[in-house]
């Protein structure tokens, strides 16, 4: 099957595991996906299957929607609550104003240090793998950014965080972040992905759901930053040469109809140059 599945992932299951429950329903050898979740974090996945796994690259990334839950009071390695408590501190009471001002601090661009326990490299070793030795890497701060922002209160100890936020961004470290920001120790209780760019979780299906019916327009998918293009030079495209569009746009992506051709990038001669096939 080629084509694009919307995905709700449950908790407790790992990405790969999800895209190879969707491989098997569908009877196709080949799969990827757009964002992993961990296996505790539930919500939003876009599945590509069969040629269709070449258009991952530039499906929508940005603009991730995650609802989330975080307690106070301690401080955990993996900063969440499925890891080990290191740190513990009794919780002070905060005022909603307060919530909302520590909430302004961190919506716009941000530095975001990774955390030791995520997939991320470091001279070709998994950080997790390091932490998992006892052992703690330097990291340098990353540029993310975060769209919006909201913090309330949902019992004594219970606060509820609604983020839209760039690829690349952590939420149980912003979580950690925003604790320190209020001057307490916290940690991720719960995390769902409800959407990306303008795809949400109503878009997804449950895996028990899926069928060789389920995929959707691949258009839907397509990041806005790579827009979509009309182009009649089928041939010389499919042959990747170079080509002059009557366009301002740096990037595209062409298509002829209903067919999907290629990504384009403009460069410096003012021609456009093939970046990838994607028929």
Known sequence: MDGIILVKKPKGMTSFTCVSQVKRRVNERKAGHSGTLDPNAEGFMIIALGK?????????????????????????????VWGEAVEEKAPSMHTQEELDAICHCFTGVIQQVPPMY??????????????????EVERKAREVEISSLSVKKLDENLYAMDAVVSSGTYIRTLIEDYCKAMGELGYMTSLNRCGIEHLTLEDAIEIEDVNENSGIDPFKVFDPSWPVLE?????????????????????????????ILAAYEKKDDGLYHSVRGLF
């Open 231 to 259: 182009c009649d030079r089928v041939e010389d495209v499919k042959n990747g040469k170079k080509i002059k569009l009557n366009t301002d746009e740096k990037r595209v992506i062409l298509v002829h109809g209903c067919e």
């Open 118 to 135: 995520s997939a991320l490299k470091k001279d070709g070793k998994k950080l997790y793998e390091y932490a998992r030795q006892g052992i």
């Open 52 to 80: 269709c796994t070449k258009y991952l690259p530039y499906c929508v990334s940005n603009h991730k929607h995650y609802q989330a839950t975080f307690a106070l009071g301690k401080r955990y390695d993996t900063q969440d």
